[in-house]
């Protein structure tokens, strides 16, 4: 496998199995391109309930296609996080983490194609707004801040409704 190890598949399995006891479940975010390091480890462990989060940002980051999300294993996609990053993908990984970390942007406001990859998700998975952006929102004062971040998320939602379609 590509840099899954026996032993990370047998803690991912185990984890689901005490997730499920608890009634949660176990969710791998892809912190890169939907690497095919996730991917493996999500199928090795064989356990229908291990989901992908999905995140925009590093979607976008890693020059992410629809030919990646193609070849995620059906159902698996649990979650979406909602986030941006600059039009002009940053070339060190220092300056990746350094936006992750405290630079995110509302889902719109940079270079992640939302209109395009939000229609090839599952609709009845959740989206929650992952801006971690601590200097704008200081500068902003935390409820205008959240409230932005719901407006763009609900603009860019809005954007890329499939017809027929509801999103939950």
Do not use: K, W
């Not at 969710?27 to 493996?40: G, H, N, P």
């Not at 909602?82 to 070339?91: F, I, K, L, T």
């Not at 300056?95 to 630079?103: D, G, N, T, V, W």
């Not at 995110?104 to 609709?123: C, K, Q, V, Y």
Request: glycine fraction near 8%; include cysteine.
């Amino acid at each position: 496998m590509f840099g899954t190890s026996q032993g990370t598949v047998d803690q991912t399995r185990e984890r689901e199995r005490e997730a499920c006891r608890r009634r949660l479940r176990e969710l791998r975010e892809q912190s890169a391109r939907i690497d095919q390091e996730v991917t493996e480890l999500v199928r090795a462990a064989a356990r229908p309930e291990v989901g992908i989060l999905f995140d925009m940002l590093h979607f976008h980051s890693t020059h992410g296609t629809a030919a990646d999300l193609a070849a995620l294993p059906p159902g698996r996609l649990a979650y979406v996080h909602m986030d941006d990053g600059p039009r002009e993908v940053p070339a060190t990984v220092d300056e990746l983490r350094r936006i992750a970390r405290e630079a995110r942007l509302f889902p719109g406001e940079g270079g992640a194609d939302f209109a395009g990859i939000l229609p090839l998700l599952p609709a009845n998975i959740p989206y929650a707004v992952e801006v971690v952006n601590p200097a704008r929102a200081r500068e902003m004062g935390p409820d205008a801040y959240a409230q932005l971040g719901r407006e763009m998320t609900e603009r860019c939602l809005r954007a890329s409704e499939r017809p027929g379609v509801a999103r939950t």
